[in-house]
């Protein structure tokens, strides 16, 4: 199985010269909050497959689930007014869930064609106004919203983007808000302002009736696990407002319990965005599917109110699958009947204040995040935040100790993600931060030993 891997599988996201050397790792089982590989080594899970697995892994009711629909009804179109009761259900779940003028769901296989759905949607939607000039999306530096071609330019990760082509007529970054890396002297209100501000300057540059839509992470993610100063989506919103200009939430991540909300944007962030997209939670990663929640004034245009009808000729194959609609049925059925968003809520702090004594390491120069989506940031020097070099490899070195002794956390370039299950305990929390402190301490002596320190 290895050697056919490694022959055969192109990987995404991994390094091909050290993947054509090492080959893959096989996870072949999991069960709660551990998954195992080929050898028989059990692992915690410190990222939830990759921040999605959200109701823990072996949850065999929802392969039951997915088993009934799939022998009763695996799949059929969702086009030209055909529907499936699962997908029918869901859509109706997911409006009572969401904020209250979130009320109709487009479905899509994943976060990145979520994202790619809703930009067309939008344009559409501007283009049904009579207002086809609007079409510019506002994203942000080190955003991470996928790797569709669209999805992939409102990405802002340089390091994803180097060698592609990007959609760039379409898009302009802002700069990420990064309170760590904030220029030096500046307050965190004084640092808000000074976003905001950006955001305004850009609207005045390039012209609100050329904009079409802001999209952001409430905390953005695979770009650093960035949360933003206190009050800046709300005001973020307020510029969107003003010009006329869609606020888009992308929950990818944050959704579905990971903050201790189904959804952040207005439980946490206090902000009502126009679209909601998420995937990944959603269906905790038992199926692939995607969805872009779309308020009622859009809808308004998108339907046929106003006696303009017409066909959506937009959508994909497996828009509302069953399987996958089963899945997301029965995985939030879990997080409702379990109380998994207070579990959160109870143990998130508990995780973050646990992390945070890991700062006396010699690399940890920032702990931070918020409850279930945490991250630290590796330094070379924690008064002047100077970077290691590339090639020492800290998040790698880190994670591989980690590994070691029974945690999987993510290395992302410097930086280490964790971002369980939702179902940890304190108790868990005590282990894996037990394996960290540990691991920081063997990644640091690596790190002397090879004299990066
Ligand atoms: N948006 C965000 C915020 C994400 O974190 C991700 C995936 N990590 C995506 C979109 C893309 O989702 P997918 O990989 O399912 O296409």
């Not at 490694?6 to 072949?28: A, M, N, R, W, Y």
Request: aromatic share 8%; with cysteine; glycine share 8%.
């Amino acid at each position: 199985m290895w050697q056919k891997d490694k022959d055969h599988f192109i990987h995404p996201f991994t390094d091909f010269s050290v993947f054509h050397e090492e080959g893959c790792e096989l996870i072949t089982d999991s069960d709660g909050i551990y998954v195992e590989d080929s050898r028989g080594n059990r692992f915690i899970d410190g990222i939830a497959g990759l921040w999605c697995v959200n109701v823990g892994h072996g949850r065999a009711e929802i392969g039951q689930a997915m088993a009934d629909q799939a022998t009763r009804m695996a799949y059929f179109s969702t086009f030209n007014n055909l529907s499936n009761a699962p997908a029918a259900e869901l859509s109706a779940k997911l409006a009572e869930l969401a904020p209250s003028h979130l009320n109709h769901v487009f479905y899509s296989c994943g976060g990145s064609t979520a994202n790619d759905a809703t930009i067309r949607l939008v344009h559409y939607y501007f283009n049904r106004l009579g207002k086809p000039n609007k079409k510019r999306i506002i994203s942000r530096n080190n955003a991470y919203h996928g790797t569709t071609y669209l999805a992939a330019t409102l990405t802002g990760i340089e390091s994803n983007n180097w060698a592609f082509d990007t959609l760039d007529h379409l898009v302009t970054h802002l700069s990420e808000a990064n309170c760590y890396r904030r220029p030096e002297g500046m307050s965190e209100a004084e640092y808000c302002d000074h976003l905001v501000e950006e955001f305004e300057d850009t609207v005045a540059e390039i012209g609100a009736d050329n904009i079409a839509a802001f999209i952001a992470e409430p905390i953005m993610g695979a770009g650093g696990v960035l949360v933003a100063p206190t009050g800046y989506h709300k005001r973020m919103q307020a510029v969107c407002r003003a010009n006329e200009i869609l606020y888009i939430a992308d929950e990818v991540v944050t959704g579905f319990g990971r903050l201790g909300h189904f959804f952040a944007s207005e439980a946490v962030f206090e902000t009502q965005p126009d679209i909601i997209n998420c995937a990944k939670g959603l269906s905790s990663g038992y199926a692939p599917l995607g969805a872009t929640l779309i308020s009622d004034e859009i809808y308004e245009v998108l339907g046929t109110p106003q006696g303009k009808g017409g066909v959506l000729s937009t959508g994909f194959t497996y828009s509302g699958h069953p399987v996958s609609c089963a899945a997301a049925l029965k995985s939030i059925e879990i997080i409702e009947r379990e109380a998994i968003c207070e579990n959160v809520r109870e143990v998130g702090p508990y995780l973050e204040r646990q992390l945070k004594t890991l700062g006396h390491h010699a690399t940890v120069g920032n702990v931070r995040g918020s409850h279930f989506m945490m991250c630290l940031e590796n330094v070379a020097d924690k008064d002047t935040k100077a970077l290691l070099p590339v090639e020492a490899r800290v998040g790698d070195r880190i994670a591989f100790e980690a590994q070691k002794r029974g945690l999987i956390i993510r290395p992302v370039g410097h930086l280490n993600v964790i971002s369980p299950t939702l179902i940890w305990t304190r108790e868990t929390v005590d282990t894996a931060v037990a394996i960290l402190d540990e691991a920081l301490s063997a990644a640091t002596e690596s790190l002397q030993r090879d004299g990066f320190l």
